[in-house]
């Protein structure tokens, strides 16, 4: 059954090549999810049963529901297929899957297939093979950087946050240059490696180490993360063509070119590099270990530069080779072959401070929080580990953004902060910039705006002088959620675009999703509807390459959430429905976005026992840390009060006595929300004297912000209040504050439509009515409301 190649619609799968191509457009897909689409291709005479897949993919029996129904959904998505279509790859109920489309035809080849072998280094290995062989099967694939990591101001910071962390782990403790670098950067490759044993982790790792040597000498030199990420998003080989977009992209004068071969003495590593006005260097080190030809020829090439290594960098480490092995394993995002290196390490070097930071490193980025902190408490509970301050510094770092995964601000701020302390004194290095970026978010989530942005412009300045263009981005990110939490919601736009851009340009997805989500928030605040669409669909598109079910639930929502606020509730009910079939087994936290969005839908359609279930759904899974996404909650608990009552089931938001004063003081944080559905109520139980207090509260509240969308939803329900009264020329003077949004905002513009029907005024009214209109989309207008007004 083997083949060169498959031809299926407009698709063309090539086994041997790892390549999968939509008409002229090379289909980015991870290896499991090719493996998968190859086994089933491959084995199209019959269904393929679920253990059988498992055994392929992964090399045991062991994966889990949710790990084989990412993998398929993955495969599917990339042909174009899902679960409910499923024109490509049925589900066989209670045994597997089969390929049912037809094959155009495929011309022989000698027989193989992705699970057996051996030439294919992308093969999944079994969990107990040995350091090296893991190795050769992880990071074969180092260009597929997958990494797993909504509308409320915190999850903007939090979401930020967690992809700050991801930046920090894939990087090794390494010194950037001073402040004055001068030039372009200098970009190392991956290194051409001959022995195919050792190629996996050579080629990334050496690459590694040979770019901190430069960078430890005050070259500004990208990180290497960056430079995967790149390659993976150009592709491989590097023809004139590519090797053009990966110089623009990170900015690149100088590009090092790498090759390491067995030798009879050991390993003979030689660099070259070619500048831009024509010169070259090309210098050779042959050394019995791999990690010492490495560092030397590195070294050479820094004098060739002509810079001079930094004091204390020229120290060899035993245990150099095993943490480049590891950190080869996390630039190619294969977290079982990092944590498998560090694990089957032996005494001493597994009880090494270096050791066990990385491998909390590994748990953190796999998701195993609990298992982490315990592993760097213990581990900063040493006093020893004091001495060894970018090991300390790491590990506190680290720590930190545990407690950022929590939505705990508050206790992650002094990791950061003796993070920096740790390194104040050593020279200028990217760890104790990360330390500065976290602890500025950090103030920022705390509210401490000036320490923040004393943080945010040090860590940008290093960066600049880096020439790290992804790290910047990561800055502008940041500076971006600085701005939300000071409700400067229209100057977080231009930051959060910035990022974007920078990280789709590198390929980075789990960065590019941050991004996207900041930026979609941001303009839902605005109520700039239409951007938020575009923003949502942009984001809705990553899907394929996004492992967390979690995550992709909370994309539904966020797009679900754009389409119903332009009136197209058909397509938000049907992408709702899709996710909640694709991926039924989501949980977390996370997934409170897509309930939201359930719950919203339902409410507009006037489906109130639905909303409230949904709402309930959403609450159930919030957090509980103090602070976290308050005005969010607010807004949920609203609705969920308003769909009760409309049940005949009425359930009061805030049953017991809150405390709240009738008026907020200056700066307070209470949400508008939590004051509307104080008043709403009030009004439910016909207590008009105790109601319209709390309404003004609630407008002084959303006014402080001067955030649009909380301005829009207590206009709205306090001018409805006023208007049932037929306090008309009150409820007016609320429409007009909002009367610059109706223009795109289908609820300001419904509220201009009621005013001036209810003023009688019918030359304003025809007006508002033709602009409401053309915003309802699938809404419908109330039926007094279509009908000319008495003049008043």
């Known amino acids: 059954?083997?083949?060169?190649?498959?031809?299926?619609?407009?698709?063309?799968?090539?086994?041997?090549?790892?390549?999968?191509?939509?008409?002229?457009?090379?289909?980015?897909?991870?290896?499991?999810?090719?493996?998968?689409?190859?086994?089933?291709?491959?084995?199209?005479d019959r269904a393929v049963g679920r253990d059988e897949l498992v055994a392929a993919l992964w090399g045991r029996v062991d994966a889990t529901d949710s790990q084989v129904n990412q993998v398929v959904l993955r495969a599917r998505l990339a042909v174009g297929d899902d679960g409910q279509i499923q024109r490509m790859i049925r589900t066989v109920p209670g045994f597997g899957y089969r390929w049912i489309a037809e094959i155009d035809g495929q011309s022989a080849a000698p027989e193989t297939t992705v699970a057996s072998s051996a030439a294919d280094a992308s093969v999944a290995v079994p969990s107990a093979a040995p350091a090296a062989d893991a190795m050769a099967a992880a990071t074969a694939e180092a260009s597929r950087r997958r990494s797993p990591s909504a509308w409320s101001l915190a999850f903007v910071a939090m979401l930020v946050l967690t992809m700050l962390a991801y930046a920090l782990l894939t990087r090794r403790m390494s010194p950037s240059p001073s402040a004055n670098a001068a030039g372009s950067a200098i970009v190392v490759l991956p290194l051409d490696v001959t022995a195919p044993r050792e190629a996996g982790w050579v080629r990334l790792g050496a690459m590694d180490l040979i770019a901190d040597r430069l960078r430890s000498a005050g070259l500004p030199v990208p990180p290497s993360d960056s430079v995967v990420a790149v390659l993976h998003e150009v592709g491989e080989p590097l023809d004139a063509v590519r090797l053009a977009k990966l110089q623009q992209t990170l900015g690149a004068a100088l590009i090092v070119r790498g090759s390491a071969v067995k030798s009879a003495a050991g390993w003979k590593v030689e660099l070259s590099t070619t500048s831009t006005d024509g010169t070259q260097h090309r210098e050779t080190s042959e050394q019995a270990d791999m990690t010492e030809a490495a560092r030397r020829s590195a070294d050479l090439l820094v004098a060739a530069l002509g810079h001079t290594q930094a004091a204390g960098t020229a120290e060899n480490d035993d245990l150099q080779e095993l943490l480049q092995q590891a950190q080869a394993a996390l630039l190619a995002n294969e977290l079982d072959a990092a944590r498998s290196i560090l694990a089957n390490a032996p005494e001493p070097a597994r009880s090494d401070a270096r050791v066990r930071a990385k491998l909390a490193q590994v748990d953190f980025r796999a998701g195993k929080l609990d298992t982490a902190?315990?592993?760097?408490?213990?581990?900063?509970?040493?006093?020893?580990?004091?001495?060894?301050?970018?090991?300390?510094?790491?590990?506190?770092?680290?720590?930190?953004?545990?407690?950022?995964?929590?939505?705990?601000?508050?206790?992650?701020?002094?990791?950061?902060?003796?993070?920096?302390?740790?390194?104040?004194?050593?020279?200028?290095?990217?760890?104790?910039?990360?330390?500065?970026?976290?602890?500025?978010?950090?103030?920022?989530?705390?509210?401490?705006?000036?320490?923040?942005?004393a943080d945010l412009g040090k860590a940008r300045e290093q960066l600049e002088a880096a020439g790290d263009r992804m790290g910047i981005a990561r800055i502008n990110n940041y500076f971006g959620v600085l701005e939300t939490q000071r409700n400067r919601m229209a100057d977080a736009v231009p930051y959060f675009v910035a990022a974007a851009d920078t990280s789709e340009s590198f390929g980075v997805i789990e960065t590019l999703r941050a991004n996207l989500s900041a930026l979609f928030i941001t303009q839902a605040h605005l109520l700039r509807w239409p951007d938020a669409l575009a923003t949502s669909e942009r984001l809705w598109k990553l899907r394929a390459r996004v492992s967390d079910p979690a995550l992709l639930l909370a994309a539904s929502g966020f797009r679900s959430r754009a389409l119903m606020a332009l009136g197209r509730y058909r397509e938000a009910e049907a992408g709702l429905t899709e996710a909640e079939k694709t991926w039924p087994d989501a949980h977390g936290e996370l997934i409170r976005y897509f309930h939201e969005a359930r719950a919203e839908l339902a409410w507009r359609q006037g489906q109130a026992d639905r909303a409230v279930d949904a709402a309930d759904k959403a609450l159930?899974?919030?957090?509980?840390?103090?602070?976290?996404?308050?005005?969010?909650?607010?807004?949920?608990?609203?609705?969920?009060?308003?769909?009760?009552?409309?049940?005949?089931?009425?359930?009061?938001?805030?049953?017991?006595?809150?405390?709240?004063?009738?008026?907020?003081?200056?700066?307070?944080?209470?949400?508008?929300?939590?004051?509307?559905?104080?008043?709403?109520?009030?009004?439910?139980?016909?207590?008009?004297?105790?109601?319209?207090?709390?309404?003004?509260?609630?407008a002084a509240s959303a006014e402080a912000k001067g955030v649009p969308d909380e301005i829009a939803l207590v206009a709205n329900a306090y001018a409805g209040w006023l208007l049932a009264r037929g306090r008309t020329e009150d409820a007016g003077a609320l429409a007009g504050r909002i009367a610059p949004w109706a223009d795109h905002d289908f609820d300001c513009a419904l509220l201009q439509v009621k005013i001036f029907h209810a003023a009688g005024q019918r030359d304003a009214w025809a007006r508002a009515l033709k602009q409401v209109q053309a915003l309802a989309g699938e809404r419908e207008i109330p039926a007094e409301l279509l009908k000319a007004p008495i003049p008043a």
């Open 373 to 453: 902190r315990a592993a760097l408490d213990e581990l900063l509970a040493n006093p020893s580990v004091k001495a060894q301050p970018r090991t300390y510094a790491q590990a506190l770092s680290t720590r930190g953004f545990i407690d950022i995964r929590r939505e705990d601000c508050a206790s992650a701020e002094p990791y950061f902060d003796t993070a920096v302390s740790a390194l104040h004194d050593t020279p200028p290095s990217h760890e104790r910039d990360v330390a500065l970026a976290a602890r500025g978010l950090s103030h920022a989530c705390l509210r401490q705006f000036d320490a923040a942005i």
């Open 620 to 698: 159930a899974v919030w957090t509980s840390a103090p602070g976290a996404d308050d005005a969010e909650r607010a807004r949920i608990v609203l609705l969920r009060q308003r769909a009760s009552i409309a049940a005949g089931k009425p359930i009061a938001a805030y049953p017991t006595a809150t405390g709240l004063p009738p008026t907020p003081a200056a700066g307070s944080d209470i949400p508008a929300a939590h004051f509307v559905a104080q008043a709403e109520w009030a009004a439910h139980e016909k207590r008009d004297a105790d109601a319209e207090p709390v309404f003004r509260a609630a």
């Open 1 to 44: 059954m083997g083949a060169t190649e498959y031809r299926f619609g407009n698709f063309r799968l090539v086994p041997h090549a790892r390549e999968l191509w939509k008409g002229g457009d090379l289909v980015h897909l991870p290896r499991r999810g090719f493996d998968c689409l190859a086994y089933l291709v491959e084995h199209r």
